[in-house]
Structures are given as C-alpha cells and as structure tokens.
C-alpha cells in the first residue's frame, strides 16, 4: 500500500519516486517480512511455551526426536504475519492477485490453525481428520481456482518446460488441475516438515526461484525475449514471494537445529500453498515440481512406502518420509536437513535454466 499511498505524492517529493520500482519493493518486503519474524519470534516462542503448546513426539519415530519433546509450535503464527503485512506493506494492493494469493495462505493456515489448535490446545490428539482436512483444503483451493478462471485475461493454458511450442489449452479443466497443484504442494510441504529446519530451507529456496519467474512472467520485454506467457500484474507476486523469503529467513534463525520452535500445520500448509497458488497463476505450475523437488520426493517416498508396505508387507524405505530413512542409516539430523538444502538449491537452479532452455 505504500506504493498506492505514497507513489502519487512524487511530483511534490521526487525521492518517493522510488516506490515506482518493482524491484525496490521486493527487496524490502524480503527485508521488512525478515525484521517482523526475526524481532517477534522471542516473544511469540515465549507465549506459545506459556501456553503449553508444546510438541508431542509420537514414540514411534527416530528415538532422537524424543529430546525434542514440548518444543513449542505453531510458530507458522508468525510467518503468515510476517508474509501478510510485508505484503500489504509493499506491494500494489490494487492488483487482484495480490489479494487472491493473501487469501489462499490465510485460508490455508486457517486449516492449520484449526488442526493445530485441536491438537494442541484441545488435546484432541489426533486434531482434524485427514478427511475434514482434505475437503477444507479442495474446497479452498477450488474456490481459487474458479476466481482464477473467472478473471478476465486468465489463461487456462498450460506451459510446458523446455517446450515453447506446445502450450495446450487445458479449458476447464485447468480449475482441477490448478486444484491439484495447491493441495497437492501444502500436502507435501507438511509431510517434508519432519526436521529441524528441512521445511523452511526448501520454502526459501522456492520463494526466491518464484520470485524471479513472477518478476520475468509480469514484465513485458522479458516474457517476450524469453518467450513465456506475459502474465499482466504478476510482477506483484513477487514482491509477495519476496515476503515469504525474508519471513523464512527471519524463522530459520529459531527452528534451525536445535529449534527453539516448530512451524506447526499453521506454518506448513499455508506456506506450500503458497508457492501453489504463485506457480498457478504466474503460469509455471509443472516447473514446481522441479523447484519444489524435495517436497515432491518427500512426499512420493510416503506414497511408494504406504503402496509397498499395503502391497507386499515390505518397506522400500527404513521410515518414510525419507528423511527419516536417512536418520535411521545414522546421519544425524543436520547433516540430512542441509544435504537435502543443498537438492533444493540445484534443482531450483535448473529450474530458473529451463526458462532459457526452450
Ligand atoms: C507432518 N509432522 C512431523 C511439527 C511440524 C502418512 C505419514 C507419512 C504421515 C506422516 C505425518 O504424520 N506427517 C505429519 C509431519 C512432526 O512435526 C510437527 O508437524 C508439523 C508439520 N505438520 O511443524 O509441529 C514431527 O516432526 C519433527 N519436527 C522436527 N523439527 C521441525 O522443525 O524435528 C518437525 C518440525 C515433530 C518433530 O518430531 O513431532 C512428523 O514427523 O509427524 N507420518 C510420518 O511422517 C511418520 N512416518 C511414518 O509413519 N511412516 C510409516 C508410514 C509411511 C507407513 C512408515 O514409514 O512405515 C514419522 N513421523 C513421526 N513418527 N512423528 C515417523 C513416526
């Protein structure tokens, strides 16, 4: 909204001209979203241990998460403040993505909260079903994808990495595949936050790739020399993605190992969908699944592992996700949170290589 509120007064102070430049405002919603979580978190860990919301460790995972008992969570409260009012703050809230993006992380945390709130502080263990989950989830993110459908200038087409020219027109049936790309991302970033700091790094990394296809896909020249789908107003997104980066940022510097807090559900579903919601609508919905890799192999380790083990009685993994397959080969958890970093960074660099391979 500074942008809104403050760009007009230019021609009386010429220096607020710099709030004309995208990439002024993304730089410092990374920087205000880093300061909010990196100030407050003391504070909030402080209130959620008062609160006894602390983390019940199931006894039927790696031994050494044991320690880790009555860590406090629902430490995701914080970042989607973070990411919300760095947004607001920075970007231009006259553009309807801004608003729809906002929406689908407030709406997901939402589920989280609820699910959290009932594990947590109702000590109903097991919190929301998977079913009441799943269908607060869709229905959230159909209502996102409809509104996107709706837009006018919203393109159902389907970009393709490496493949310029073949960009089918999915019509509606876009609306399940847009849903299928937002569930499916917060699912699997949930599933990925099993360890210290492995959930958030990833997210980072994503934010930041993101943050560069929205900037490319809503600037004209750029879209146009790299041919991809110019998204009118995408450049927005960025600034929004930049939030998430510097709320992550400023949240690792707590939940890095040993974490003083953990993200909780209200942290983790709304973050995956998120990066859901950008990757629909700056039109880059298949290059998640290589941006997003580790969540992606999080999450096919579990469905192959519950496939195998329903099938055959056997396990492919030690303990699925496969994080914990490499907690029970004896890596300890640093070292598995910061080789998996180390995938994210690579695969989010191939990512960003394909919008010029084409
Ligand atoms: C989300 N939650 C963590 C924390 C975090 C189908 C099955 C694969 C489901 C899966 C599951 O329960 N997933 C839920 C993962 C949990 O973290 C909490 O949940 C929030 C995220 N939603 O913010 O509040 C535990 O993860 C650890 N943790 C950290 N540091 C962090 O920064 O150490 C989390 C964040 C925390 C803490 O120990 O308690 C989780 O793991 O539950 N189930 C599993 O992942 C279980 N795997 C399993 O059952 N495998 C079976 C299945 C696939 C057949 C198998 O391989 O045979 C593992 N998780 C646990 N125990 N807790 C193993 C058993």
């Given amino acids: 909204m500074l942008y809104n509120w403050l760009y007009p007064f230019h021609t009386d102070y010429s220096f607020l001209n710099v709030f004309r430049y995208l990439s002024f405002r993304i730089i410092y919603a990374a920087v205000t979203a880093f300061l909010v979580a990196f100030v407050l978190a003391p504070r909030v860990i402080r209130k959620l241990q008062a609160m006894k919301l602390g983390q019940q460790i199931r006894g039927d995972g790696p031994k050494s998460h044991l320690a880790k008992s009555g860590t406090p969570t629902m430490g995701g409260i914080l970042i989607l403040f973070a990411v919300v009012l760095s947004t607001l703050l920075w970007a231009d809230i006259a553009k309807p993505y801004v608003w729809l993006v906002l929406v689908a992380m407030v709406g997901f945390g939402a589920i989280g909260f609820a699910d959290d ?17 799943f269908t607060a989830q869709v229905a959230l993110a159909l209502a996102i994808a409809l509104v996107l459908y709706f837009l006018p200038g919203y393109t159902t087409k389907l970009s393709i990495p490496f493949f310029k020219n073949v960009v089918p027109d999915l019509g509606w049936l876009y609306v399940a595949f847009a849903v299928l790309v937002i569930v499916g991302s917060s699912n699997a970033v949930n599933l990925t936050d099993g360890l210290d700091g492995l959930a958030i790094g990833p997210v980072m990394i994503a934010a930041l790739a993101y943050t560069i296809v929205a900037y490319v896909a809503g600037h004209r020249l750029m879209s146009d020399y790299l041919l991809i789908q110019h998204i ?56 998640l ?18 496939i195998s083990f329903k099938a055959r009685g056997k396990r492919i993994f030690l303990m699925a996700p496969i994080h914990h397959h490499f907690e029970m080969k004896g890596w300890e958890e640093p070292k598995v949170v910061v080789r998996l970093w180390i995938i994210a960074i690579l695969l989010a660099l191939l990512s960003l290589s394909t919008l010029k391979l084409r």
Avoid: C, R
């Fill in 117 to 133: 709130y009932l594990k947590f502080i109702k000590a109903q263990s097991k919190g929301l079903s998977a079913g009441q989950k």
């Fill in 289 to 306: 699944l290589m941006v997003g890799g580790v969540f992606v192999i999080e999450a096919v380790s579990v469905i192959f592992q519950v």
């Fill in 232 to 287: 009118e107003g995408a450049g927005e997104l960025a600034v929004f993605t930049a939030a998430i980066l510097g709320a992550s940022l400023g949240f690792l510097w707590f939940n890095t190992y040993p974490a003083s807090v953990f993200m909780g559900d209200v942290g983790s579903l709304p973050l995956g969908a998120a990066l859901g919601t950008v990757a629909v609508i700056s039109k880059h919905e298949l290059l």
